[in-house]
């Protein structure tokens, strides 16, 4: 069965191919590369041995999308495309709702054209704004607290409304929480453009020398040692969730939203603790104010996804940081 995944050159989509082609699926990838490099392809064929599928095109152009479905006869699409900077979505708002939004709405409607009625979203804990209990349950109040966080929270109840529009539809949203590490041959990994915004490459790029010290974005929050908590997930456990909640619902109907995360918090030192370990280096750090928007705590309650997809994570904080130094020393500069 072929399905189209939009955003497959990125970070998750590329390792949700993997688990996808793994679990006897055709993945057809559309993307656009902005912020991926075609040199992904080479590193899904190493891996896989299988020349993937890849079609360079924009979730905003519509009638690319209607060929791709009808050439490939694609019934479900795996949805990864979107801007994902936090800090950039409150500069460039409408950047954010333009592409991530209105290029969902595109999507759909070239779905709806060829009668394409299942969609996997990729939402994110950031829907949770913040947090009101502990751990977190698919039940807790929505909100946002930028822009970006505000694209997740439209795009479900858009996904919401289509399924109520037509019975046939299906549409799974996943919200992750924080996606860690590498796929464990080290030739596929997170490479971010620019200074990383995220803790985990931060860490690696200055444990390979590329930044001199990690900056802890505060040390008074209420929390075990001051430093902010986050439940940080195998990005091959993310990949799994997909495969999972896809394999359950293929013959449903109707919108389903289900957290992925592994129910355990980490600090940032506790983080820092662990790459220097795997990495066996000292890293820099040193204390900064708090940033912006954060946050003291957050992690996931995933038991219905254990319950309804029979889906856990099963790799540790250890497999994170070595899979990503195993990534990060082979490609300092990632795949450019
Ligand atoms: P990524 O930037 O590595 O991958 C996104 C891919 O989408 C890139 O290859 C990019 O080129 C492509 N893309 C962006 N806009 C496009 C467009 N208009 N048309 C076609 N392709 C386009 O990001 P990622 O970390 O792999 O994230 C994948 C999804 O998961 C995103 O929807 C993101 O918001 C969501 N998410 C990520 C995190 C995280 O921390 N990484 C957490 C929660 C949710
Ligand atoms: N942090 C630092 N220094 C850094 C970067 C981060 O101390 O250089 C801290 C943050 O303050 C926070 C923790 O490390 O306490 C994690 O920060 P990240 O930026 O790695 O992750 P966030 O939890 O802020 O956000 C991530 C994604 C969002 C997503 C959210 C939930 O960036 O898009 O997880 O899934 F919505």
Known sequence: MNVLVTGGMGYIGSHTCLALLEAGFTPVIYD?????????????????????????????????????????????????ASLKAVGESTEQPLRYYDNNVSGTLNLLTAMDNCGVKQIVFSSSATVYGDPQYLPIDEQHPISATNPYGWTKVMIEQILNDWCLANKNNLAISLRYFNPAGAHQSGLLGESPNGIPNNLIPYIAQTAVGKRDCVNVFGNDYNTEDGTGVRDYIHILDLAAGHVAAFSTHKEDNGSFVYNLGTGKGYSVLEI???????????????????????????????????????????LNIKSMTDDTWRWQSKYPNGLE
């Open 32 to 80: 656009n590369l902005s912020n991926s490099s075609v040199k992904v392809l080479e590193q899904l064929k190493a891996i896989s041995n299988y020349d993937f599928n890849f079609i360079e095109g924009d979730i905003a152009d519509t009638a690319m999308l209607e060929s791709v479905f009808r050439d490939y006869n694609i019934p479900a699409v795996f949805h990864f």
């Open 272 to 314: 820092i603790n662990a790459f220097s370990s795997s990495a066996k280096v000292k890293i820099n750090y040193q204390f900064a104010p708090r940033r912006t928007g954060d946050i003291a705590s957050n992690y996931a309650d995933s038991s219905l996804a254990e319950k309804k997809l029979g889906w856990q994570a099963q």
